[in-house]
């Protein structure tokens, strides 16, 4: 028996997130960020569209035999081809769910599928009779339902309820709702179909007109038991709902929304933060619940009522999401015993052989940076795991650059190849960064077009660690970079070989194409 208050967190970041242009993962960063999901206690993952491509296929299978604990999901059209892909994908994993989908909007209908309402039905209800002959747990999703004739929309997800479906999931696909049409609709289907008391009724929000995650709780108050959502609020276009925002929402306002989750909110932050740093994708200071800025207080008169009593400005408490402030924590004399009990106090439950890495990279920075604060230590553990995560294709060897006014700014480098082979090369350039991004492009011969490049400090002081974050595009696509130095130069450098790296050992290009054919948004 079901807790009617208790809300299915259904997370899509590997899925619908990993499709923001420029976020793909490879498969040790998915498996990462399953294991992160699994900590953070969601209850389904969706971990990827077993038929867009080989490596969405390679990477459900491996979350599927190495992540224990939520349901994994594959999404998949209705046809057996998909189907067969999303159980090759799902059938090791001890708890799956196949989650097949149609469109069922006019403007899709008849643009894009080229089919009438007829046949919609008859392909949805197949669909769904399909996956029920391999999965005991098949979710449907009316593509574009937002959009969707009330009629027509009741009438399919009755069908597929009859069908075998035990969760129907009514997307706003395009971002076009508000929170009282949404909720309306869900009403509307709560009234007018039978049957759908007994399955779970999903909601799906996009974030086109900045509106999905009040979509998202409109459609639970309106009766939903299951919200769709990333990590940060990545996906195509303006993203998805926020998974934190809702997560947090639902414990701050219980009041009035009485619903709860599994989610361990303290893992919020954290999880935060890896999704940001493997998909390259900044999270905005300002950002509700996990930006730099959500508990930070800079008015006087704000600071005064914090010290008074924190609740006059505060309606949650940072420690409840795992925001720990940055606090002076260790020096070049402190131990790795110190730095372990650090590391926990941090939630990072990490190996021996992983905190004598990152124990390593601490003696390294200390000898660098008097002072190393928390987010120092978050730093070296994110970036250490992703250079953990190996293959690799160029490794720094050496860097050095010669500037000045009135002098032309030389960059030389030496990289090491996966193959051990070391390659040299010089390049002048714009500024010191530009050659050291020529020199690059020389050794590697991937040429690519600098979009944005930005540096913030991340901890403080004079010697701080700065973070480089750049955005290229590439015949392939567009993808982020990232990376962390004392040393600006270096850090530019090495976050333009982590952009390389990603086009040299990824094929977003073919994904993404394969999606866009697909028509999946
Ligand atoms: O936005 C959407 O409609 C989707 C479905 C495929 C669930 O992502
Ligand atoms: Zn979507």
């Keep these: ?18 499709q923001s242009p420029g976020a793909s993962m490879n498969l040790e960063q998915k498996l990462q960020v399953a294991r ?9 993952i969706e971990a990827g569209f077993a038929a867009a491509s080989p490596g969405d296929l390679e990477a459900i299978q491996a979350v599927s035999r190495e992540v224990e604990g939520p349901s994994i999901a594959s999404l998949a059209r209705c046809t057996r081809g998909d189907i067969d892909a999303a159980w090759k994908g799902l059938k090791d994993a001890p708890r799956r769910r196949c989650h097949v989908f149609l469109a069922t909007s006019p403007i899709h209908r008849d643009f894009k599928l080229k089919l009438a309402k007829d046949e919609i039905i008859r392909r949805a ?27 027509f929309l009741a009438e399919v997800v009755e ?10 999931n009514i997307p706003d696909t395009v971002g076009y709702a508000l929170p009282t049409t949404y909720a309306d609709t869900l009403r509307y289907l ?13 909601v799906h929000c996009h974030n086109d007109l900045g509106l999905a995650v009040a979509n998202s709780l409109a459609g639970v108050m309106a009766g939903a038991r299951q919200v769709e959502c990333t990590i940060n609020g990545i996906g195509e276009r303006a993203g998805n709902a926020s998974l934190e925002e809702i997560v947090m929402a639902f414990r701050t306002r219980h009041d009035v929304l009485k619903v709860q989750t599994g989610v361990k909110t303290e893992r919020l932050y954290p999880t935060s933060r890896l999704v940001s740093q493997v998909t390259g994708l900044h999270v905005q200071r300002n950002k509700a619940i996990v930006g730099q800025n959500a508990f930070a207080h ?40 110190a730095l372990k009990e650090r590391l926990v106090a941090l939630g990072y439950a990490l190996d021996d052989a992983a905190v004598d890495k990152v124990f390593q990279d601490f003696k390294v920075l200390a000898d660098k940076k008097k002072d190393i604060y928390d987010a120092d230590i978050e730093a070296l553990v994110i970036h250490g795991q992703m250079l953990a995560q190996g293959g690799r294709a160029w490794e720094l060897e050496a860097l050095s650059t010669t500037s000045g006014t009135g002098t032309l700014p030389v960059a030389s480098i030496a990289l090491r190849s996966r193959d051990g082979e070391q390659r040299r090369d010089a390049a002048t350039g714009d500024g010191p960064v530009d050659a050291v991004y020529r020199a690059i492009e020389k050794i590697t011969g991937i040429p690519v ?29 567009v993808y982020r970079g990232r990376a962390l130095s004392t040393d600006i130069v270096e850090g530019s450098a090495r976050a333009f070989l982590d952009v390389v790296n990603r086009i040299a050992l990824k094929t977003p290009a073919t994904d993404e194409a394969r999606r866009e054919e697909m028509g999946t948004v």
């Design 1 to 18: 028996m079901r807790d009617a208050d208790r809300v299915i967190i259904f997370d899509t970041t590997l899925r619908d997130g990993e």
């Design 125 to 151: 209800v197949d669909g769904v009779k399909l996956a029920r002959e391999r999965f005991d747990d098949v979710e449907f999703s009316t593509e574009d339902a937002a959009r969707t004739e009330l009629e």
């Design 36 to 44: 992160a999901l699994r900590d953070l206690g969601v209850d389904v």
């Design 159 to 168: 069908r597929v309820i009859e069908a075998g479906a035990g969760t129907v």
């Design 190 to 202: 709560k009234k007018n179909v039978r049957g759908i008391d007994d399955v779970i009724v999903s």
């Design 298 to 337: 800079e008015a006087g008169i704000h600071q005064h009522g914090m010290l008074t009593h924190r609740e006059t400005y505060e309606i949650m408490r940072p420690e409840e999401v795992g925001f720990t402030k940055s606090q002076l924590v260790l020096g070049k004399h402190s131990g790795r015993h």
């Design 449 to 477: 077009k600098l979009r944005d490049y930005q540096i913030v400090s991340v901890s403080t002081g004079e010697d701080a660690q700065g973070e480089v974050s750049i955005e290229v595009e590439h015949a392939s696509g």
